[in-house]
């Protein structure tokens, strides 16, 4: 083996950290700077490439629907990506050197698209999403390996860590905004990458602190794990060159499809996958009907996270241009960068997080704690008033009457209310729902979801090309208080298939 099991010995050591493990600081800080990256990158994305080409900080002059589609593209596959990021360290590298070799590959593209070329740009989102797709799942597993005693300190760990995620949400936008669209947007990128290299630093510092935790444990030989990496590699990149071939094909007229057209037959391409793969599991699976059941809950809950994020996305996309073009950010005499209020919704976060969960905790004691599926309709509840108090701010703006910020600060306070509900029950209802020899893939079917409805999120923002905000925003409203209204009346059924139903005064663990 590369490494044996833990011992004693190997647990991780170096004091406390808030009352945890010291190990956590150090991932605390690892991501904590690669969300600042992730997150600074991602508020200059559809701004950059919908700015003209003239001017003092010129961007891509893309249309609003072709700079859609790509946010898609791209905020999709970083999420895909994370399954091969996962058998990457499950079986060739480890986790902690996952983590490692994944955060320079994000700094890389990040350093990349600080060049002043169209090519650098896009192939330093391609580094992004390769590098986020070996860091992002293999982190919190390591996080998860700090508590092997599991229970409730392990999920007051994760709450700790959840903070880090949302501090770097939060700061990200605001320095690589201040640069990117204050000065240069290259610059904004570049910071972004400096900030990633800062948290890779500070992770190798800390790295004693783990112990042995994330280090690959196999009884592979040296020779056995050459031909597994050589045949995943080899598949990996001629996948890769295969895309990039195609791109440049699309890109050069010998394919005359646009990336709007590529991104809906791949949204629609990956939705049929994951439900003929559903259905080959109920059908030639072994399961027992009890386990179908939970597994239909299990597909039930993609579908409706998959409708969150394509609403709650909006906000890179066009709620991003709703703040630039028609939010008056005028503020003690000076005009405001765009981007900045994409950090809002992580200060809701940090606020109200504490919150949510005492909610829980005490409602949960009087027997009243809401099931998973209740949880996540009133998650789209949350998220369908938002876009309606949004579509009636846009109703009354235009780039004669700029609105209030304000209109967006609530909005994205109802966003949050939203994802407070139904974004934190994701990982526990999957380990809770799935059969014991298909918890990984389970695991997988939700990152797919998530990347399904970024995918469709960019393909909605696009179509402010043709619509005008308030109607789009309307749109999305009335789609998602349907899809809320549909998850909540179900929501008792879905309960009864997924065995979440009370007994007596003690409830079922949601």
């Given at each position: 083996?590369?490494?044996?099991?833990?011992?004693e010995t190997?647990?991780?050591?170096?004091?406390?950290?808030?009352?945890?493990?010291?190990?956590l600081?150090?991932?605390?800080?690892?991501?904590?700077?690669?969300?600042?990256?992730?997150?600074?990158?991602r508020?200059?994305?559809?701004?950059?490439?919908?700015?003209?080409?003239?001017?003092?900080?010129p961007?891509l002059?893309?249309?609003?629907?072709?700079?859609?589609?790509?946010?898609?593209l791209?905020?999709?596959?970083?999420y895909?990506?994370t399954?091969?990021?996962?058998?990457?360290?499950d079986?060739?590298?480890?986790q902690?050197?996952?983590?490692?070799?994944?955060?320079?590959?994000?700094?890389?593209?990040?350093?990349?698209?600080?060049?002043?070329?169209?090519?650098?740009?896009?192939?330093?989102?391609?580094f992004?999403?390769?590098?986020?797709?070996?860091?992002?799942?293999?982190?919190?597993?390591?996080?998860?390996?700090?508590?092997?005693?599991?229970?409730?300190?392990?999920?007051a760990?994760?709450?700790?860590?959840y903070?880090?995620?949302?501090?770097?949400?939060?700061?990200g936008?605001?320095?690589?905004?201040?640069?990117?669209?204050?000065?240069?947007?290259?610059?904004?990128?570049?910071?972004?990458?400096?900030?990633m290299?800062?948290?890779?630093?500070?992770?190798?510092a800390g790295?004693?602190?783990?112990?042995?935790?994330?280090?690959?444990?196999?009884?592979?030989?040296?020779?056995?794990?050459?031909?597994?990496?050589k045949?995943?590699?080899?598949?990996?990149?001629?996948?890769v060159?295969?895309?990039?071939?195609?791109?440049?094909?699309?890109?050069?007229?010998?394919?005359p499809?646009?990336?709007?057209?590529i991104?809906?037959v791949?949204?629609?391409?990956?939705?049929?996958?994951v439900a003929l793969?559903?259905?080959?599991?109920?059908?030639?699976?072994?399961?027992?009907?009890e386990?179908n059941?939970?597994?239909?809950v299990?597909?039930?809950?993609?579908i409706?996270?998959?409708?969150?994020?394509?609403?709650?996305e909006?906000?890179?996309t066009?709620?991003?241009?709703?703040?630039?073009?028609?939010?008056?950010?005028?503020?003690?005499?000076?005009?405001?960068?765009?981007?900045w209020?994409?950090?809002?919704?992580?200060?809701?976060?940090?606020?109200?997080?504490?919150?949510?969960?005492?909610l829980?905790?005490?409602?949960?004691?009087?027997?009243?704690?809401?099931?998973?599926?209740?949880?996540?309709?009133?998650?789209?509840?949350?998220?369908?008033?938002g876009?309606?108090?949004?579509?009636w701010?846009a109703?009354n703006?235009?780039?004669?009457?700029l609105?209030?910020?304000?209109?967006?600060?609530?909005t994205y306070f109802?966003?949050?209310?939203?994802?407070?509900c139904?974004?934190p029950?994701?990982?526990s209802?999957?380990?809770?729902?799935?059969p014991?020899?298909?918890?990984?893939?389970?695991?997988?079917?939700?990152?797919?979801?998530?990347?399904?409805?970024n995918?469709?999120?960019?393909?909605?923002?696009?179509?402010?090309?043709?619509?005008?905000?308030?109607a789009?925003?309307?749109?999305?409203?009335?789609?998602t208080?349907?899809?809320?209204?549909?998850?909540?009346?179900?929501?008792p059924?879905?309960?009864?298939?997924?065995?979440?139903e009370?007994t007596?005064?003690?409830?079922?663990a949601d």
């Open positions: 083996m590369t490494t044996t099991a833990q011992s190997s647990q991780p050591t170096g004091g406390t950290f808030f009352g945890h493990p010291r190990g600081a150090t991932l605390f800080f690892t991501e904590m700077w690669e969300r600042f990256s992730y997150y600074g990158m508020a200059l994305l559809t701004l950059y490439m919908t700015t003209e080409t003239i001017g003092a900080n961007g002059g893309l249309d609003v629907a072709t700079a859609g589609a790509i946010y898609g791209y905020t999709a596959l970083v895909i990506l399954l091969p990021g996962g058998w990457v360290a079986n060739l590298w480890g902690r050197k996952a983590v490692w070799v994944g955060g320079w590959i994000i700094a890389l593209g990040h350093f990349t698209m600080a060049v002043p070329s169209t090519f650098a740009f896009f192939l330093g989102m391609v992004i999403t390769c590098g986020t797709g070996l860091l992002k799942p293999n982190i919190s597993t390591v996080v998860g390996e700090l508590y092997p005693e599991g229970g409730a300190r392990r999920d760990g994760f709450s700790v860590f903070m880090g995620i949302n501090l770097g949400a939060f700061l936008p605001m320095i690589t905004g201040y640069l990117g669209e204050g000065n240069n947007w290259h610059w904004g990128f570049g910071a972004a990458g400096v900030g290299v800062i948290g890779l630093l500070q992770y190798r790295m004693s602190h783990l112990g042995d935790i994330g280090l690959l444990e196999t009884d592979d030989t040296p020779e056995q794990l050459a031909s597994k990496s045949k995943f590699f080899g598949g990996f990149f001629a996948v060159a295969a895309v990039v071939a195609f791109g440049y094909l699309v890109s050069v007229g010998v394919f499809y646009t990336l709007t057209q991104a809906t791949m949204g629609y391409a990956v939705l049929i996958i793969y559903f259905v080959y599991v109920w059908t030639f699976g072994g399961h027992t009907a386990e059941k939970k597994m239909f299990i597909f039930w809950l993609f409706l996270i998959a409708i969150f994020w394509s609403g709650f909006q906000a890179g066009s709620m991003n241009i709703f703040a630039r073009d028609l939010t008056d950010r005028t503020f003690m005499g000076r005009e405001w960068p765009a981007s209020l994409q950090s809002v919704n992580p200060i809701w976060i940090i606020l109200m997080a504490p919150a949510f969960g005492s829980w905790v005490w409602l949960e004691q009087r027997n009243a704690d809401p099931s998973i599926p209740m949880k996540a309709g009133l998650g789209l509840t949350g998220l369908a008033v876009f309606f108090v949004l579509a701010g109703a703006a235009s780039t004669d009457t609105v209030s910020p304000a209109w967006l600060v609530v109802l966003f949050t209310v939203g994802e407070l139904i974004s029950i994701g990982l209802a999957i380990t809770k729902l799935s014991r020899n298909r918890v990984g893939q389970m695991m997988g079917i939700w990152f797919v979801g998530a990347a399904l409805g995918l469709f999120a960019g393909l909605v923002g696009g179509r402010l090309e043709s619509m005008e905000p308030s789009l925003f309307r749109s999305v409203a009335l789609t208080t349907a899809a809320a209204i549909v998850a909540l009346v179900l929501a059924i879905v309960k009864r298939w997924a065995g979440l009370r007596g005064a003690a409830a079922a």
